[in-house]
Structures are given as C-alpha cells and as structure tokens.
C-alpha cells in the first residue's frame, strides 16, 4: 500500500486518539504513516517533514495537537498540500483552546479543522479519502461502500422501543 497521508501529532500523548486516523483509513485503503513531531518543541523537524512532504509521495497531512496547537497552521505554512487539522483535548478548556487555534488560521494559509477529539480523527481520514478519491477510483469505490453500509445501517437499526 502506498503511503499517501502523513499523519502528525505534537506529543505521544495525543496517539489514543490520533490512532483513530490509520485505524479509519485502513478501511479505505489508504496507506499512512504516524510521526510525532511537536511545532514548538521540534520546530525545524516540522519544518523539514512539511516541505519533503509532497516530494516523498504524500497527498494529505492530517495533523492533531491539544493546548496551543501551532502544529497544523505551522505544517500548513511549509507545505501546498491539504492540511487537516484535529484539535485534541490536552486538559486545557476540554480542547477549545486547540480548536481555536487550528480554526483561526490568517486568509491565506488554510487549515480544514475538525471536530474536537476522537469524532474528528475520525472524520479527518473520512476526508482525507474523500480528497483522494477526487483522483482515485479505487478510493472512490470504498468510500462510496462506506456510505452506502453506513446507510444502510442506520435503516437497519430498529427503533429503541421495539428492540
Ligand atoms: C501539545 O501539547 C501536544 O499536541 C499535546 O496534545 C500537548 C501535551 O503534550 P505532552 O506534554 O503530553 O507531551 O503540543
């Protein structure tokens, strides 16, 4: 499997949740790899991981960070690659403080930011398929199965007083 996402955290703290990104796109088939790589603590290691990035194959950076959560907007800075970025809750303002920081990025250098935690995880490797299926049909296919099962669930899923 061909590794198209780059998947960042600021600490190894943060893997409980990040791990959710490979578990997601696993489903999709999509290859990844995991760093740990803090922007204040490691900066020019971030630096170098960002503007090698495109050169070595990657297609999206997903990265997740709690507290002042520089890591995203600073990845997003090195590199024109989509960058997604996953707010985690550090113990500071249940994760608003990280929220803040990735969503409010200067017009110019975008960051999609998700929701807080575990649901965005989740859903940054949701789309960061959904991006590469704009160009990959086998990507496509899966992510639209999916869909189509999660659908099909909820369909499927009797109501709570007739259980
Ligand atoms: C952030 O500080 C990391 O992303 C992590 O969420 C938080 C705490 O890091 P540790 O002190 O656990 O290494 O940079």
Not at 1 to 16: A, E, L, N, P
Not at 30 to 57: K, Q
Not at 101 to 107: S, Y
């Amino acid at each position: 499997m061909d590794i198209q996402v780059g998947i960042i955290m600021g600490s190894k703290s943060d893997w409980t949740i990040m791990s959710n990104v490979s578990k997601t796109l696993e489903k999709f088939g999509i290859g990844s790899e995991n760093r740990v790589i803090s922007a204040h603590r490691a900066p020019h290691l971030l630096t170098e991981y960002c503007e090698s990035a495109r050169d070595r194959g990657l297609k999206v950076l997903v990265c997740g960070a709690g507290l002042a959560a520089a890591l995203p907007g600073v990845a997003a800075a090195h590199t024109s690659l989509p960058v997604l970025g996953v707010p985690l809750d550090a113990g500071g303002f249940g994760g608003m403080d990280a929220l803040m920081a990735i969503v409010q990025m200067p017009p110019g250098v975008p960051v999609g930011t998700l929701a807080v935690g575990k649901p965005g995880a989740i859903n940054a490797a949701i789309l960061a398929a959904s991006i590469l299926a704009v160009s990959d049909e086998k990507v496509r296919a899966a992510l639209d199965n999916f869909r189509a099962q999660q659908t099909q669930a909820i369909k499927d899923t009797p109501p709570p007083d007739q259980e």
